[in-house]
């Protein structure tokens, strides 16, 4: 891990500074804050770009949003109905990475349908992905289905993934298995939502070839206040993390409104010197007054950022 701090680190450290001086703190405190982002900087910041397509936004006024909301880059949907369809990801994506080099970003993180070695257009979107430099993609959803016992299915999965990961040996890159609620019937809820099920999928896998995208809003409505000790049996493959804040039982909410800052979530991801790309998803209604427009979507990164930021300062 860098111990250089980024110049956003030290905008935030300055900032931190004057405020610490306005109200009396001491120098010291002040001096503590420093020390913490140089063993820990911030880790670079992706949106998830799905929430671009509510605007039906292309990839030059992504790239803006983006540069204007402060981020790293973008956590970039190449799936169907993606931002960029898997058909034309040799195509789009340098285009989409170009524009976002124009503002000094980046495309950080790919999300796809990918499910195995011969799921449509892999090879093409893989290839693409590591022309660009992108270290992880997110593979799609197994779901489970009443008439298939689960062991069955975590086997099948596990087939996928060694093909899978024979191709991320080669390449450099890494699969991420992300854990998600089910939206409904735990009949039919995706695999690996349990993190228990996740980790007799991934744990007999190199982390650098499959891995984990752990998130928390997620093992916060499927497993309460037992994700914890989830996470810590699954950190040796957690490589990305997926942020979004939580109120239970199972609501989405503006980052800063939720349960999230009242966990110790990213004190335990210094712990394991995490300093991937985190990808910041913005799963609520961030217009309630039905105004979508750029100028709102700015507003609602940037309120993120700085949330996702505070919470990763004061993490001790």
Known sequence: MTLELTRRDFLRVAGGAAAAISVGRSGAAVAAQSEALRAHPLPPLAVFGKVYQELKLDFEPSARVTAAAGLDGVDCAVRKKGEIVPERAAEDMPRYAAALGKHGLRMLLMTTDILGAHSPYAEEILAAGHKLGIRYYRLGYWSHRPEQPARTLVAEIQASLKDLAAINRQT????????????GSR????????????YDIVKDFDPSQIAVAFDLGH??????????ERFERLKNHIRVVYV?????????????????SHTDFFALLKKI???????IHIEYDWAPDGKKTEAAMIETLQ??????????QHAT
């Open 172 to 183: 450099g890159m890494g699969a991420l298995f992300q854990n998600h609620s089910s939206p």
């Open 187 to 198: 009949l039919n809820a995706p695999a690996g939502g349990d993190l228990d099920e996740l």
């Open 219 to 228: 093992a916060i409505i499927t497993h309460g206040d037992g994700w914890r």
């Open 244 to 260: 979004k804040d939580v109120r239970r039982p199972a609501k989405f909410v503006p980052f800063g409104d939720g349960e999230f």
């Open 273 to 279: 010197d995490y300093d991937a790309p985190m990808s």
């Open 303 to 312: 309120r993120s950022r700085r949330a996702v930021a505070d919470w990763w």
